[in-house]
């Protein structure tokens, strides 16, 4: 019989801890896949944040590391300098690398760390009950924002890929979704992309990816995605938004 689905060498064969219809559990996957098709299983080390996503270690078969709130690209810069052959990426929160860790975020790129960056936005702290983040949308309702966010207290969210593209140093910055199959197909693309910039040794490379939170947004799983459809990408376009000299472009 064809075998159609199995779990990569990469990802542990374990329950998920993630709420149902949560796309964490997605943004794994397709590194995990990226990673076993890539062949760096042996020499790629993961740089955990602080969120949902702080357990990922337990997910992956390969070494991770935790850093402090924020701190993943500080981290995963010491460790890629001194060790220049592994593959080394961070998994952060909107949260954790849009607020607490912008600086950090800014100067790797800056810096044109050789280091991948998957950047799960989902408008919202989730971990810690649903606070208003610097990419929850206007008018957007969250725990610290019941009447929705308002432009005149709070500003406009930040589109971290955009504000990265302009960055030199920045040799690959794509946003992509995970709210449909061909989407899912395209981020999968982009991650491995992300990788190939760091094995080439072009320089900083980063992937956001637009995520739900059924759970802190409200809705049935469903609901998310449409609502991640409806609002989310005609404020955070997709694409790709710098592509150095070197890397081929996704079409
Ligand atoms: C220095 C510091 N400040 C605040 C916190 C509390 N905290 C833990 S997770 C979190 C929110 C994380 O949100 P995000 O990065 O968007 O990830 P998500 O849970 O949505 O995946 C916060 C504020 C902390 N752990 N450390
Ligand atoms: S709270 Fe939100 S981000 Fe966290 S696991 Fe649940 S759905 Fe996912």
Known sequence: MKQVFSIPESLAPRLTHYCPGCTHGI???LIAEAVDELGVRERTIGIAPVGCSVLAYDYFQFDMQQAAHGRAPAVATGIKRVLPDAVVFTYQGDGDLASIGTAEIVHAAMRSEKITVVFVNNA???MTGGQMAPTTLVNQ??????YG???SHAGKPIRVSEMLATIPGAAYIARVALNSPANVGRAKRAIKKAFEVQLAGL??????CLSTCPTN???APHEAMK????NMIPYFPLGEFRTAEGVASNG
Request: net charge positive.
């Open 203 to 208: 320089g900083f490379a980063m992937v956001e």
């Open 217 to 219: 947004w409200g809705m």
């Open 227 to 230: 609502w991640l459809e409806a």
């Open 149 to 151: 966010r308002r432009e």
């Open 124 to 126: 919202i702290y989730g």
């Open 27 to 29: 943004i794994h996957r």
């Open 141 to 146: 309702k969250t725990t610290t924002s019941p």
